[in-house]
T-cell receptor, first 116, second 109 residues
């Protein structure tokens, strides 16, 4: 079946521009996660959605970052006034979730963002 | 202190040998633990969950030590295809997942 998809796969933007990254989770997965991974580093948690609510926004690096999700479907991560330090791979993952039980996260291929 | 810490490696392992490495976590309230594998320039994929009693999946064995707050991964009879970065993932209360920086393993002929 279809996995998690992300678009665009690559994005090059000029410093100061806004970008919007999209994630389509696996159908039926209620939980959706955004991570950032800088070159050669581990994953940095950004935000997580359960349905269309975001119980934990603590990972968003600044108020330039925002995310929303429509129902239990597509999510968008928006970065306003991009800075060079925003350059990274942005990974989206989805999982089934029941109460406090954690299920496997399925990752999308990521969006490679380069801010020039 | 980082919430989840891993030795970045690389661990250079001869093919067929055994390699083991740990991951320490700082939050004693952590509830769930996982090992993910990430190949170069690819997305992470779940390798195995880590249960309190320890668990094994083929050549891979994972263990949890709550008293000392670490989990471990052991790979027996290493294959060239085991070369990857192994990410430790810890879930605390509130369903917040924290990834370690990863341990790089290089299996050589």
């Amino acid at each position: 079946g279809a996995g998690v998809s992300q678009s665009p796969s690559n994005k090059v933007t000029e410093k100061g521009k806004d970008v919007e990254l999209r994630c389509d989770p696996i159908s039926g997965h209620t939980a959706l996660y955004w991570y950032r991974q800088r070159l050669g580093q581990g994953l940095e948690f950004l935000i997580y959605f359960q349905g269309n609510s975001a119980p934990d926004k603590s990972g968003l690096p600044s108020d330039r970052f925002s995310a929303e999700r429509t129902g239990e479907s597509v999510s968008t991560l928006t970065i306003q006034r991009t800075q060079q330090e925003d350059s990274a791979v942005y990974l989206c993952a989805s999982s089934l979730r029941l109460a406090a039980v954690s299920y496997e996260q399925y990752f999308g291929p990521g969006t490679r963002l380069t801010v020039t | 202190r980082k919430e989840v810490e891993q030795d970045p490696g690389p661990f250079n392992v001869p093919e067929g040998a055994t390699v083991a490495f740990n991951c320490t976590y700082s939050n004693s309230a952590s509830q769930s633990f996982f090992w993910y594998r990430q190949d170069c320039r690819k997305e992470p994929k779940l390798l195995m969950s880590v249960y309190s009693s320890g668990n094994e999946d083929g050549r891979f064995t994972a263990q949890l030590n709550r008293a000392s707050q670490y989990i471990s991964l052991l790979i027996r009879d290493s294959k060239l295809s085991d070369s990857a970065t192994y990410l430790c993932v810890v879930e605390a209360a509130g369903n917040k997942l924290t990834f370690g920086g990863g341990t790089r393993v290089l299996v050589k002929p």
